[in-house]
C-alpha cells in the first residue's frame, strides 16, 4: 500500500496523559499536513510542513500539542496533558508540490481516533 | 477569515443524479476541492477546480463560479456506495503555502 499511513488507528487514555501519533506520507511527498475532525464537523487545519520545516501553526493548536517532521519524512504529533476536548479524529495528509509551484492535491490517511476519558 | 456553506443532509434515489451545492466566502482563494468521506474513514479526494467552469470524472463532475464563490459536485447514476459524507473545501494561499479550509460536509444518503 502506498497511500498515506498512521498509527495508531485508535488511542484511548485518561486526562492528563501525553499522546503521539505518527504519520508516513506518500513517498516522496514533500508537504505534510495534520488536521483534527470531530464527529458531524469537516477537518480543520492545525499545521502543515514542507520537508522538514514547519511552516504554518493554526491558532487551534495550543502549546500542548507539538509536531515534528525531522527527517522530512514521517512526522509526529504529540498532545501534552490531553482534555476530554482533544477528543477527535486526527488525520494526516501529504502533497507534492513541485518546486516554484502554488497547487498541490492533499491525499488524506486512515486518521487516528484520539478518546480522553 | 472563511466561511463555506453546504447543505447538512440530502437523500436521493439509487440510479438518480443528485447536485450537491457549496458556496464560500473566502480570501487568497487558490481552488476548490471536493472529498468523499465513508463514516470512520479517510476522506478521498474527488475533484479540484481552480478555473471556472465544470469538471468531469467519469460519474462524478465539478462546477465552479469564482465571481460568485459558488461550486456544485454533482453525482450521477447513484449507486447505494455512494452514501457519504462529500466535503466541500476551499484552498487558501497562506504563508507561501496552501491549506484547506473545509465546509461541514453534505450526508447523502442513497436509497432503493
Known amino acids: 500500500d502506498t497511500g498515506v499511513s498512521q498509527n495508531p488507528r485508535h488511542k484511548i487514555t485518561k486526562r492528563g496523559q501525553n499522546v503521539t501519533f505518527r504519520c508516513d506520507p506518500i513517498s516522496e511527498h514533500n508537504r505534510l499536513y495534520w488536521y483534527r475532525q470531530t464527529l458531524g464537523q469537516g477537518p480543520e487545519f492545525l499545521t502543515y510542513f514542507q520537508n522538514e520545516a514547519q511552516l504554518e501553526k493554526s491558532r487551534l493548536l495550543s502549546d500542548r500539542f507539538s509536531a515534528e517532521r525531522p527527517k522530512g519524512s514521517f512526522s509526529t504529533l504529540e498532545i501534552q496533558r490531553t482534555e476530554q476536548g482533544d477528543s477527535a479524529m486526527y488525520l494526516c495528509?501529504?502533497?507534492?508540490?513541485?518546486?516554484?509551484?502554488?497547487?498541490?492535491?492533499?491525499?488524506f490517511g486512515p486518521g487516528t481516533r484520539l478518546t480522553v476519558l | 477569515g472563511q466561511n463555506i456553506d453546504q447543505p447538512t443532509e440530502m437523500t436521493a434515489t439509487e440510479g438518480a443524479i443528485v447536485q450537491i451545492n457549496c458556496t464560500y466566502q473566502t480570501s487568497g482563494f487558490n481552488g476548490l476541492f471536493w472529498y468523499q468521506q465513508h463514516a470512520g474513514e479517510a476522506p478521498t479526494f474527488l475533484s479540484y477546480n481552480v478555473l471556472d467552469g465544470l469538471e468531469e470524472k467519469g460519474r462524478f463532475s465539478s462546477f465552479l463560479s469564482r465571481s460568485k464563490g459558488y461550486s456544485y459536485l454533482l453525482l450521477k447514476e447513484l449507486q447505494m456506495k455512494d452514501s457519504a459524507s462529500y466535503l466541500c473545501a476551499v484552498r487558501v494561499l497562506t504563508g507561501g503555502g496552501n491549506k484547506l479550509t473545509f465546509g461541514t460536509g453534505t450526508q447523502l444518503k442513497v436509497e432503493l
Open positions: 495528509a501529504s502533497s507534492f508540490l513541485p518546486s516554484g509551484g502554488e497547487a498541490d492535491t492533499q491525499y
